[in-house]
């Protein structure tokens, strides 16, 4: 859900192409998405998972049932390897440059050599050698499973996308007032990713790398359509586009002071709402995340849904909308 900071440059281009050709190694591309069950990048997720679970005191990985009767076997080599890499992710040396830096160069999207800067170059050399190291007892223990519950949630996904993908896409950039740029976005499945079960980050380039948890309950079932397009949104959704610039325009107008996330709240919003309609009028009933969970502080999520059907309706313009929801916080105060 949470969007990571990265140069951006949106082109003006057409929304919506023609269908795309498969993405090499893709389990399916669709207009939109490229999905992948890589095991680099689910290795990384999994070393970056075992640090929070160290920090919480909670059960590593390898550390109960059958994983660890597997890990307890392997070559005192792998075991190393992989206790090494815990480790070095523990320490957590990085930079956020360089983890954004690794996470775009396992996708795909920031080739090493073309990184010019030697410390961060060094950084994802290190890094690389560390998560080699760390792989042997990963597949050998853990990966065929994890990579048969990323698959199993892609089955979840495709009918939903087949069904409403070419609706809901066309939607979002109208609603939006920005196009799709970039397409298809690259959707790497993984275990964890965070506790919110998913984030986007650009590169310095028109498009969007997804990372999405197969396991985080927000993202089963119906609500797999949503989270995907709630990731996708974060492109729609940038500091200079007219979202952001109608909320801040609004608050400059009454001198208010609006919450940090509120073009976030805002968009999970817009972006759930557009879902709900698209698969109402195919008959089928859905609750947006924001409300069936009741995400974010009551006062602004109830202001929010007061004050924005007006402009999905189009009987409000975005800037209006904005202003009213303005008016709601400020009132509410």
């Given amino acids: 859900m949470k969007h990571l900071a990265a140069v951006l440059v949106l082109a003006a281009t057409p929304a919506i192409g023609a269908a795309q050709t498969a993405a090499p190694g893709a389990l399916l591309t669709t207009t939109h998405f490229a999905f992948y069950s890589d095991l680099a990048t689910n290795v990384n997720d999994a070393l970056i998972a075992a640090v929070g679970a160290r920090r919480a005191m909670q059960p590593e990985l390898f550390r109960a049932g059958a994983e660890q009767a597997c890990f307890d076997a392997l070559p005192a080599s792998a075991r190393d390897g992989w206790t090494r890499g815990v480790g070095y992710y523990v320490e957590g040396k990085s930079t956020g440059l360089q983890r954004l830096l690794l996470r775009l160069e396992l996708a795909g999207l920031v080739p090493r050599d073309a990184i010019t800067d030697t410390v961060n170059r060094g950084y994802l050399e290190e890094v690389a050698a560390i998560r080699a190291a760390a792989t042997h007892a990963y597949q050998q223990c853990r990966w065929p499973a994890q990579d048969a519950r990323n698959r199993a949630w892609l089955d979840q996904v495709r009918p939903l996308l087949a069904r409403h993908e070419a609706a809901v896409g066309q939607e979002l950039?109208?609603?939006?007032?920005?196009?799709?740029?970039?397409?298809?976005?690259?959707?790497?499945?993984?275990?964890?990713?965070?506790?919110?079960?998913?984030?986007?980050?650009?590169?310095?380039?028109?498009?969007?790398?997804?990372?999405?948890?197969?396991?985080?309950?927000?993202?089963?079932?119906?609500?797999?359509?949503?989270?995907?397009?709630?990731?996708?949104?974060?492109?729609?959704?940038?500091?200079?586009?007219?979202?952001?610039?109608?909320?801040?325009?609004?608050?400059?107008?009454?001198?208010?002071?609006?919450?940090?996330?509120?073009?976030?709240?805002?968009?999970?919003?817009?972006?759930?709402?557009?879902?709900?309609?698209?698969?109402?009028?195919?008959?089928?009933?859905?609750?947006?995340?924001?409300?069936?969970?009741?995400?974010?502080?009551?006062a602004s999520r109830e202001a929010i849904a007061r004050t924005w059907p007006a402009y999905l309706d189009g009987s409000k313009t975005m800037n209006e909308a904005a202003a009213d929801l303005v008016q709601a916080l400020a009132a509410a105060r």
Avoid at 174 to 202: E, H, K, T
């Fill in 173 to 298: 950039p109208r609603l939006y007032r920005v196009p799709w740029n970039g397409l298809p976005f690259r959707v790497d499945i993984v275990d964890v990713v965070s506790v919110n079960g998913g984030n986007s980050a650009s590169p310095d380039s028109p498009t969007l790398h997804i990372l999405i948890s197969s396991s985080n309950a927000t993202n089963q079932q119906a609500n797999a359509l949503e989270m995907l397009f709630h990731e996708a949104s974060h492109f729609l959704t940038t500091p200079d586009s007219p979202l952001s610039a109608a909320l801040a325009a609004a608050a400059r107008e009454v001198n208010l002071t609006l919450p940090n996330d509120i073009v976030h709240q805002v968009h999970f919003f817009i972006t759930g709402d557009a879902v709900r309609r698209v698969r109402a009028r195919a008959g089928e009933a859905y609750t947006p995340v924001v409300l069936a969970q009741k995400l974010f502080p009551d």
